[in-house]
């Protein structure tokens, strides 16, 4: 990760160089955890690219999603201002130009749309920029008021989170999109905490899926699998 590149990514976007945002894009990168040149937060903007090396990675279902590796930092710089700045990330921008997370929702929503999933994971925990570095506990499974749809629907995020290659896996990433989306449904069908609770078997059952497909990779692959 270079300093040096996500400091001109915060004057790029026409913001003072602090302590708060230095901090809020080291965090972001960090769990970016991408390996691109010049590409801490692995945008995929074309442009730039490195001749003898274009691509860091490719993903989607008909493969049509490139993370670049850029030629030098400042086609890096360009890149990563320019997908900030594309419209679909207006309260990350919004949370920069403040230096407050005023809505971590919202702006962990749009984390989750730019593909950091565990960046979002440590925003909806209440992280933001003089606070710790460490990665936020783990939530029990079932609460009292019902929120164990919300537990278990982080719990997949983990799961990304975790093991890169799962969420730009061009089968299992949209399979866990949709276990995500069924949950959903399930919320908005069951308000009551008793009707969840009900429902509670059902949505093990989906996350046993995930688990799944896992071994089935994991076999295809030649290596025994993991235990959940």
């Known amino acids: 990760m270079s300093a040096v590149l996500l400091a001109a990514v915060i004057t790029g976007l026409g913001l003072e160089l602090t ?34 090396n274009p691509y860091w990675n490719t993903f989607g279902e008909e ?4 993370v670049r590796n850029y030629a030098d930092e400042e086609s890096g710089v360009a890149a990563t201002v320019t997908t900030i700045r594309n ?4 309260h990350v ?9 005023t809505n971590a929702e919202i702006v962990a929503a749009q984390i989750d749309k730019w593909g950091t999933t565990g960046f979002a994971v440590r925003l909806r925990a209440g992280w933001s920029p003089a606070g710790s570095t460490e990665s936020p506990p783990a939530e029990p499974l079932a609460t009292v008021d019902g ?16 093991d890169r290659s799962v969420v730009k896996d061009a089968w299992l990433g949209p399979e866990l999109t949709k276990i995500r989306d069924r949950l959903t449904v399930v919320e908005a069908r069951d308000p ?14 989906l996350v046993a899926e995930a688990y799944g497909a896992l071994a089935v990779i994991g076999e295809k692959a030649g290596e025994p699998p993991a235990a959940p």
Do not use: C, M
């Not at 945002?21 to 490195?50: I, S, V, Y």
């Open 19 to 52: 302590p708060w945002r230095e901090e809020f894009f080291t965090e972001w990168a960090r769990w970016e955890g991408t390996g691109a040149k010049h590409n801490p937060l692995a945008t995929t903007q074309p442009g730039g690219e490195d001749p003898a």
């Open 63 to 66: 493969g049509q999603y490139h």
């Open 87 to 90: 419209g679909y990330y207006p």
């Open 93 to 101: 921008l919004l949370t920069l130009q403040q230096q407050a997370v």
């Open 147 to 162: 929120g164990w749809l919300l537990a278990i629907e982080r719990r997949l995020d983990r799961i990304e989170a975790d």
């Open 192 to 205: 009551l905490v008793l009707a969840r609770l009900v429902t509670l078997a059902r949505a093990f059952s």
